[in-house]
């Protein structure tokens, strides 16, 4: 009889114990937004990308340990591990607006006024954990060829568990120098070598490895481009109809001497390697480059070599025909150099960018000098003068582009 009594006794309490739970601590209270802390935007010249965003939400509480099963000794659940805590949560916003007057200097070409792009930035961070997002809009789409007038430029989470910084999602591929602080750009931003987001991983760190000397790195793998670089329509793989950019690999090393401030003598050598989705023998494509820049008290000089071995357009840079289709260049020579200086709350600059389309003996040439006001820190307005020649065989020269080019620009 007491036997029965025991195990009634059991049958009873043991779904009791399975019930218990262990109340959850309280969710931390994000603490008010911390003042944005304004950096230079690399896209265009002398901007300041919008401040960082932070935030997030506190992680879930940690679930309470499952009971451990009844013996003789107790009946109690295992004790709880405390989880640290990752810290506060901050968020930001920033937007910034592009207004774009174009007054061409050759006959025949209309002038035109236009919102280049309207743009939010939203960053949120929580402990080593961050997110980044920058929605584009325009009134018109940017390009014939892309979706829509509203895209994503980039959109990742990051993490930083230690002296690096790992990405995923939509972010840019550092392929070479990044940018020449320009509005207008250069040739190779037209065929798609700069400013081009894609989607897949990337992981950067920079060292401090002296008193002076610092490097850095950055590995990245692209598991498909991501379509909204400003490249022209057939210069680049976007514009080729169900063609796609794919596996992309892309290394880079920087080794820099930083003298304080802004004062800075910077190396960098990188390579590209991805597979071109179109109709060619040999999808493989290869891209190295070598740039340096040099900023010293409001001065600045910057330069580039970049080499492309294979295709990666169909129609460029001679164009298809109904008689005959487009011929492309598998050995492709890119140069830039450019210098500025800064003076107050004036700035000037010039820029030169050249290509050899060294298999159809074809290249250009392209001169964008400029001048800049810059009342305030967040705010820049950019007269660029544009000179790009086209070179032919046979010395038949032709102008690609000949524009005064007017730019209000804000960043806050």
Known sequence: M??????????????????????????????PTVEPVIVEDTRLPSLQRPPAIIGGTPPPAPAASPPAPPDNTTNKPEPEIATPEPGPASLSIGAGVVLWYYQPLLDGVKNKFETFYARLTIDGKRGIWGVHLEPRFRDT?????????????????????????????????????????????????????KLSPDYGVSIAGNHKLGDVFKLGYT????????RTNVSLANRDILSVPE???????????????DFGGTNSLRFGVSGQLFEADLPVADPTVLRAAVDAKLTYNGFGLWGEYLFQHGRHVTDYPLAGTPAAPGRASDRNHYALLGG???????????????????????????????LGFKPIGELLLL??????????????????DRSLNVTAQGFF
């Not at 060829?145 to 959109?155: C, S």
């Not at 796609?244 to 290394?251: H, M, P, S, W």
């Open 2 to 31: 007491l036997r029965y009594i025991i195990f009634v006794c059991l049958a009873f309490s043991l779904p009791a114990l399975a019930q218990e739970e262990v109340p959850s601590p309280e969710p931390v209270v994000p603490v």
């Open 141 to 193: 789409k940017q390009r014939g060829f892309e979706d829509g007038p509203v895209f994503l430029q980039e959109a990742y989470v990051s993490a930083a568990p230690g002296p690096f910084t790992i990405k995923v999602g939509k972010s840019y591929s550092m392929l070479g120098l990044f940018w020449d602080n320009s509005f207008y750009g250069n040739v190779q931003v037209y065929d798609g070598l």
């Open 219 to 226: 590995l990245q793998y692209f598991v498909i481009d991501g």
């Open 243 to 257: 063609a796609r950019r794919r596996n992309a690999l892309v290394a880079r090393i920087d080794p820099e001497l």
């Open 340 to 370: 500025e200086y800064s003076y107050s709350f004036l700035v000037a600059r010039f820029n030169f960018s050249y290509v050899n389309y060294t298999q159809r003996d074809v290249s250009e040439t392209f001169y964008v000098p400029a």
């Open 383 to 400: 007269a660029e003068y544009v000179h790009w020649r086209r070179h032919d065989p046979g010395d038949v020269n032709s102008f690609v």
